[in-house]
């Protein structure tokens, strides 16, 4: 069959003649169990090579140790999770940490995960991180059967970018070898996504390596490889057997995982305290967005008033006043929304301050029943929309707003008395 020959040039059927030849090559290079600490076992589908090494929680990592995730509230810890409503509190024991280097970026059927590792906090006292290597094409099999089998006590996963990347990739690893997932089913603490709610608007890059020099103070040996050269260096390595480069691969891999830790207790730190003197202003806006997503208004307030102390540019003061004007709108705190509204019109944000301005007179015509209050702001709307150059749109809104001048005039004239009043 035209296939099968294909294959046996290849080398990629166990007893081809190519993959004999290829494996003497080998026996001429450092195999990758002299080359990365670890062993090869043995799985229901075959051998498998697996590298562990163990760290104390006291080891430094950057700005932080590996243990200060440990002293973590639950409850914050649980706020990384995507959603967060999955679980009230997360204990950082149930979190494994886990990160993949593949053949190429693009996924589908052809991408493989040669390279997954898992890290994970066993007790008070150790990390522990495991890799898992496909030596050749025909051991993942293994690999994914004993990877499933070291997932399994955990209740959450920790990633970075794992939910649109590594997740993706391993689920249909695990598919074409028709073994059972749950990966997708777990509660997943994707850290890029909170990284770049916080930070988007302070680092030109959310990547980890930003992120690892910006706010984390790591730095990395010159052993370690860049991630465009991983997968070169992979398939050099299928072609050769020579697993010596090999060694920066893992070290990356392992880096990577560490810094997950790091950056998973960096973020809670953050959240714990918030108001820390000395932030560059749109790290507090970012925060501030945070809890704005979590439904935390009055802490997001506080912190885009703080942010907007500092000194700012012209863009990224307007874009704060806005945020904030519409958060005080949503949380119905009317009146110091008003306060922005000069703000506003003066960085020419007149279209929000009109919005502002109509909230503001309907919530005293309908809740405080202070019908000049509202009268008074629904005429400052109308000057403020005349001023706007005109459309449809704000043509229509004009137009009801001199509806509603109208009718709190009616409100407040005089009702006149009846002739049998005059008589009492």
Known sequence: MDWRRRLETLGMLRNSPARSAGLTRRRLYRPIEEVVPGQIIETPAGPCFVSEQRFTVDRPHGRWTLGDLLHRPPEILARLLDPPEQTPALDPRQIVFLDTETTGLAGGTGTYAFLVGIGFFPDDRTFIIRQYFMRDYDEEPAQMSALIEALEPFGALGSFNGRSFDIPILETRLALQRLPSRL?????????????????RVLMSCALSSLEQAILAV?????????????????????????????????????????????ANHLCYLLENPAETGRHPMELAGLARWHESHGELD?????????????????????LLRRLSALLKRAHRHEEALEL?????????????????????????????DLARALEATEQAITAAAGLRPTPARALMLEGLERRRERLLRKLRPTPRRQDEDHL
């Open 184 to 200: 997708s089913r777990l509660p997943h603490m994707d850290l890029l996504r909170p990284a770049r709610r916080v930070w988007r």
């Open 219 to 263: 730095r990395r040996a010159g052993t370690d490889v860049p991630s465009w050269m991983i997968p070169s260096l992979y398939f050099e390595y299928l072609q050769t057997g020579e697993a010596t480069p090999l060694a920066g691969v893992f070290y990356h891999n392992q880096q990577d995982i560490l810094s997950m830790v790091t950056l």
């Open 299 to 319: 802490r997001a307030i506080t912190l885009y008033r703080e942010a907007l102390i500092y000194p700012l540019s012209p863009e990224e003061r307007t874009r």
């Open 341 to 369: 509204w000069q703000a506003l019109m003066d960085a020419g944000e007149v279209e929000q301050a009109v919005e502002i301005l109509v909230d503001l007179a309907k919530y005293h015509e309908w809740q405080t029943r």
